[in-house]
Each structure stands twice: as structure tokens, then as C-alpha cells.
């Protein structure tokens, strides 16, 4: 069965420290893969992508993901983290030349001071 | 240029009602997604539009679940005698899509409008 899973409901990390969050994928064959980013109030906002190529996919905001194949993981990084990146974190797959994108239930992500 | 749109922003409504949700894509974007997202839960996909055609109704939850696309453009989402466990928020989101072959990818990434919070009494 096609899934997602994003193994930490939660996470709490300082400012200026770094972050990673996880993201395994169940799927048939190499799907198209994204992290989107929903803030408080706010639609979900598209980080990054990955559809072929480089496995290594720089986003906006100063993120990062890593495609691995043999791990079927897609996990994103950043290196400082800001208050202003807390939020929930969601980890998609989508297949190549469909429509069907599965969705991980989400990380949500609490900055401290 | 304006994002996906949806109406209204929140709905409160009865056990048995009937509601409407509506979602205005982008201007030229011709696939259309329905999401419902419950509390504490990821996105549960719904229904696709290619146009003003639905090729997957797998998700829609009940036969209570209806929704339809007038052309090519906005959609509506109709939720038929509501109950409580309905309740969640719904999501629309609209992308860009191309062929498959040629080298084109398909499906394009989807852009999400805020969403409508329904809550059933």
C-alpha cells in the first residue's frame, strides 16, 4: 500500500540549532516527492520538491531535502533554525504522470528561545 | 496574480444540514483537488478534477460526498445531510497539468488556498 510516515508527531529544537525532520515513503515506484509547510492560520505553502535529478533539493526558506533511494526517504533539513519556522511540516508523494498525491500526517515543530 | 480562494472561510452548521464549499483555483490551472484535513490529521485526498472531469472519486468518504466543476474553473463540494464527524477542515488546491510523455511530468505542484473550516453541531 502507497503511504507516508512522518515518525515525529512533534518536535522542539532551540533557535539557531539545527533541524531534521524525517519522512519514509511506501510506494511502487519512485514517486514525485514534497514538503509543504502550514503556519498557524495560513494555507499550506510548497518548501521544495523533488522530481528527478540532483538528490539533493534546496527550498525556499533555507531548506533542504535529501532524496534516498535505498532508505525510501526524503528527509528535511536546515541548518539555524528561526521562531518564525514554527509550524507543521508535511511530508507528500505524488505518482509520476498522475494526480493521487499522498499526504504524512504532519510534524509540528516548536521553536524555543 | 490571486491564489486558490475558498468560501466560506468558516461554516457552523447543523447535524442533518446541508452545506457547500466552494473553491475558485488559479486562473489557468485545470486540476482541481479536494482535501479534507481533521484535527491532528494529515490530508485526507478527497477527489480530482481534470477539467470539468472527475477521473478519481475514490476518497470521497459517503455517498453524502458529492462535488462538481463548472467550466473548467471553480468547484463546489457538497456535503449532504452533515454529520459530526464531518467535521475538519477542507482543503482545495489547483496545479498546472501537462500530458504524460514527451518528457512532461504530469501532475505540477499544487497550491493550496486556506481552507474551509466546517463544524457540524
Known amino acids: 500500500a502507497q503511504s507516508v510516515t512522518q515518525p515525529d508527531i512533534h518536535i522542539t529544537v532551540s533557535e539557531g540549532a539545527s533541524l531534521e525532520l524525517r519522512c519514509n515513503y511506501s510506494?511502487?515506484?519512485?514517486?514525485?516527492l514534497f514538503w509543504y509547510v502550514q503556519s498557524p492560520g495560513q494555507g499550506l505553502q510548497l518548501l521544495l520538491k523533488?522530481?528527478?535529478?540532483?538528490?539533493l533539493v534546496q527550498g525556499i526558506k533555507g531548506f533542504e531535502a535529501e532524496f534516498k533511494r535505498s532508505q525510501s526517504s526524503f528527509n528535511l533539513r536546515k541548518p539555524s533554525v528561526h521562531w518564525s519556522d514554527a509550524a507543521e511540516y508535511f511530508c507528500?508523494?505524488?505518482?509520476?504522470?498522475?494526480?493521487?498525491?499522498?499526504f504524512g500526517a504532519g510534524t509540528r515543530l516548536f521553536v524555543k528561545a | 496574480g490571486a491564489g486558490v480562494s475558498q468560501s466560506p472561510s468558516n461554516k457552523v452548521t447543523e447535524k442533518g444540514k446541508d452545506v457547500e464549499l466552494r473553491c475558485d483555483p488559479i486562473?489557468?490551472?485545470?486540476?482541481l483537488y479536494w482535501y479534507r484535513q481533521s484535527l491532528g490529521q494529515g490530508l485526507e485526498f478527497l477527489i480530482y478534477?481534470?477539467?470539468?472531469?472527475?477521473?478519481?472519486k475514490s476518497g470521497l468518504p459517503s455517498d453524502r460526498f458529492s462535488a462538481e466543476r463548472t467550466g473548467g474553473s471553480v468547484s463546489t463540494l457538497t456535503i449532504q445531510r452533515t454529520q459530526q464527524e464531518d467535521s475538519a477542515v477542507y482543503l482545495c488546491?489547483?496545479?498546472?497539468?501537462?500530458?504524460?510523455?514527451?518528457?512532461?511530468?504530469?501532475?505540477?505542484?499544487?497550491?493550496f488556498g486556506p481552507g474551509t473550516r466546517l463544524t457540524v453541531l
Open positions: 507528500a508523494v505524488g505518482p509520476r504522470g498522475g494526480f493521487k498525491t499522498i
Open positions: 478534477f481534470q477539467g470539468n472531469s472527475a477521473p478519481d
Open positions: 488546491a489547483s496545479s498546472l497539468y501537462t500530458p504524460v510523455g514527451s518528457g512532461s511530468i504530469g501532475t505540477d505542484t499544487q497550491y
Open positions: 510506494y511502487g515506484a519512485t514517486p514525485y
Open positions: 523533488y522530481f528527478s535529478g540532483d538528490t
Open positions: 486562473s489557468g490551472h485545470t486540476a
